[in-house]
């Protein structure tokens, strides 16, 4: 006898890639159910109390610094609707780094690794109700509170499932590369998705895009942790890959549709602003902007972190885009593991020349994020005139962003990684 389920998704702004992604996988494998989106805790619960289904899987996905808000969240979901039929998953990049805190932290599942496979194998599993130890890519809630891990779940290419469904309208960015060559040693991407890149077919994508004007939309836009790097494994761009993915996307459009790439959600890395690549993208874009990843003015500082590129191509990278009627907003971390004095000097030194080339500084503070080498590291001290320097950026327009509440975030996620020590034996399903 077939168990009837219904799925709850937490919907948040900051994480609706993932769950769109995860919807397009249940639809293409067709085991879509009953659906309902909660934006607020209230309506979260408000959907879990009116389901009438045998099972009732509530899906929640949040980034590290948000793992502490998202838990107290979870309480007051299960406070005001809790019963057997509920079973509370977290997914992404925290749950797959940190399983064990988040089934201390009251979750019953966590996924591990990319969802599309095990939330399709998690509701079949559910509606045949078999043990949730047979589905891929899940740590399960032992009888003593451990989290038990099942086989990992496989890595598939990425054309096997799309970015977003197509019958529930939930569009965004079309994902065109997973997973990260560079493997910064700051960054989360390589160790959820993989130290190498895989990309979307273009036939894929123009698939995503016919999709999208079908249903009347007229702008695109590109998840990719660096856009140059489509369609090569190497270092060096492929340009002639990326200009038959943006010319196949311009084809599938209707009039007046847009093209937005190496722009939010995405980034070029400096050593790929060349001109010619500027030239190629002038040709196809919308976007009057794009995003550069510096991170550090030192060459000391970049080299630790395995930026593999120095603080001069920076320079090059902005001038080369503003030269092409590009506006860069250029990402800088403070705060970085090691990081001295002088360091940070030379970064804000960098910052305030670019500034001077016309472009936008994005500040941000450096977090020990789990899953990544610097997890356990201690954030740099940045002292006050480092902080004034910073705001008189900010007040001239020449810089933005969330350096101060990352900062915050950076503290808890410190005091987190001591508390859950990286070393921990990982139990799995086969263990005896």
């Given at each position: 006898?077939s168990v009837?389920?219904s799925v709850?998704?937490?919907?948040?702004?900051?994480?609706?890639?993932?769950?769109?992604?995860?919807?397009?996988?249940?639809?293409t494998?067709?085991?879509e159910?009953?659906?309902?989106?909660?934006?607020?805790?209230?309506e979260?619960?408000a959907?879990i109390?009116?389901?009438?289904?045998?099972?009732v899987?509530?899906?929640?996905?949040f980034?590290?610094?948000?793992?502490?808000?998202?838990a107290?969240?979870?309480?007051a979901?299960r406070?005001?609707?809790?019963?057997?039929?509920?079973l509370?998953?977290?997914?992404?990049?925290?749950?797959?780094?940190e399983?064990q805190?988040?089934i201390?932290?009251g979750?019953?599942?966590?996924a591990?690794?990319?969802g599309?496979t095990?939330?399709v194998a998690?509701?079949?599993?559910?509606?045949?109700?078999?043990p949730?130890t047979?589905?891929p890519g899940l740590?399960?809630?032992?009888a003593?509170g451990?989290?038990?891990?099942?086989?990992?779940?496989?890595?598939?290419?990425?054309?096997?499932?799309?970015?977003?469904?197509?019958?529930?309208?939930?569009?965004?960015?079309i994902e065109i590369?997973?997973?990260c060559a560079?493997?910064?040693?700051?960054?989360?991407?390589?160790?959820?998705?993989?130290?190498?890149f895989r990309h979307?077919?273009?036939?894929?994508?123009?698939e995503?895009v016919?999709r999208?004007a079908?249903?009347g939309?007229?702008?695109?836009?590109?998840i990719t942790?660096t856009?140059?790097?489509?369609?090569?494994?190497g270092p060096?761009?492929?340009?002639?890959a990326?200009?038959?993915l943006?010319a196949?996307?311009?084809?599938?459009?209707p009039a007046?549709g847009?093209?937005?790439?190496?722009?939010?959600?995405?980034?070029?890395?400096?050593?790929h602003v060349?001109?010619e690549?500027m030239?190629?993208?002038?040709r196809?874009v919308?976007?009057d902007?794009?995003?550069i990843g510096?991170?550090?003015?030192?060459?000391r500082v970049?080299?630790?972190?395995?930026?593999?590129?120095?603080a001069?191509?920076?320079?090059?990278a902005v001038?080369?885009?503003?030269?092409?009627?590009?506006?860069p907003n250029?990402?800088f971390?403070?705060?970085?593991?090691?990081?001295?004095?002088?360091d940070?000097?030379?970064?804000?030194?960098l910052?305030?020349d670019l500034a001077?080339l016309?472009a936008?500084?994005?500040?941000?503070?450096?977090?020990?994020?789990?899953?990544?080498?610097?997890?356990?590291?201690?954030?740099?001290f940045?002292?006050l005139?480092?902080?004034?320097?910073?705001?008189?950026?900010?007040?001239?327009?020449?810089?933005y962003?969330?350096?101060r509440?990352?900062?915050?975030h950076a503290?808890?996620?410190?005091?987190?990684?001591?508390?859950?020590?990286?070393?921990?034996?990982r139990?799995?399903?086969?263990?005896?």
């Amino acid at each position: 006898m077939s168990v009837d389920v219904s799925v709850v998704v937490r919907y948040r702004k900051a994480v609706t890639y993932g769950v769109h992604a995860l919807l397009g996988a249940l639809e293409t494998a067709k085991a879509e159910c009953d659906l309902r989106f909660g934006v607020t805790a209230e309506e979260t619960a408000a959907h879990i109390a009116a389901s009438t289904a045998d099972r009732v899987l509530v899906l929640w996905s949040f980034y590290s610094p948000d793992a502490e808000a998202m838990a107290a969240e979870l309480a007051a979901v299960r406070a005001l609707a809790d019963d057997p039929r509920v079973l509370h998953i977290a997914g992404g990049v925290h749950a797959t780094a940190e399983p064990q805190q988040v089934i201390d932290a009251g979750w019953d599942l966590a996924a591990i690794g990319e969802g599309e496979t095990t939330i399709v194998a998690l509701v079949e599993a559910l509606r045949a109700d078999t043990p949730l130890t047979t589905v891929p890519g899940l740590a399960v809630r032992d009888a003593d509170g451990m989290a038990l891990r099942t086989p990992p779940a496989p890595q598939l290419p990425l054309d096997a499932f799309p970015s977003f469904p197509d019958r529930r309208r939930a569009f965004g960015p079309i994902e065109i590369t997973r997973g990260c060559a560079y493997t910064c040693r700051f960054c989360q991407t390589p160790f959820m998705f993989g130290g190498r890149f895989r990309h979307r077919g273009v036939a894929s994508v123009r698939e995503h895009v016919r999709r999208m004007a079908a249903h009347g939309l007229r702008d695109v836009r590109f998840i990719t942790p660096t856009s140059l790097s489509y369609g090569t494994q190497g270092p060096d761009p492929a340009l002639d890959a990326v200009e038959e993915l943006l010319a196949g996307v311009k084809e599938e459009l209707p009039a007046g549709g847009r093209v937005f790439f190496g722009s939010f959600p995405s980034e070029i890395r400096p050593e790929h602003v060349t001109p010619e690549a500027m030239r190629l993208l002038k040709r196809y874009v919308a976007n009057d902007n794009i995003i550069i990843g510096a991170q550090s003015g030192s060459d000391r500082v970049l080299a630790a972190a395995g930026r593999g590129h120095g603080a001069e191509p920076v320079r090059d990278a902005v001038r080369i885009a503003a030269e092409f009627g590009f506006r860069p907003n250029v990402d800088f971390i403070f705060g970085l593991p090691g990081e001295s004095a002088e360091d940070q000097e030379a970064s804000l030194r960098l910052a305030a020349d670019l500034a001077d080339l016309g472009a936008r500084i994005h500040t941000h503070t450096f977090m020990p994020l789990p899953g990544t080498p610097w997890r356990d590291a201690e954030p740099a001290f940045i002292p006050l005139a480092t902080m004034r320097e910073l705001d008189r950026l900010a007040q001239r327009g020449d810089a933005y962003g969330h350096w101060r509440k990352q900062a915050e975030h950076a503290a808890r996620l410190a005091e987190t990684a001591k508390a859950y020590p990286r070393r921990t034996r990982r139990r799995r399903t086969t263990d005896q």
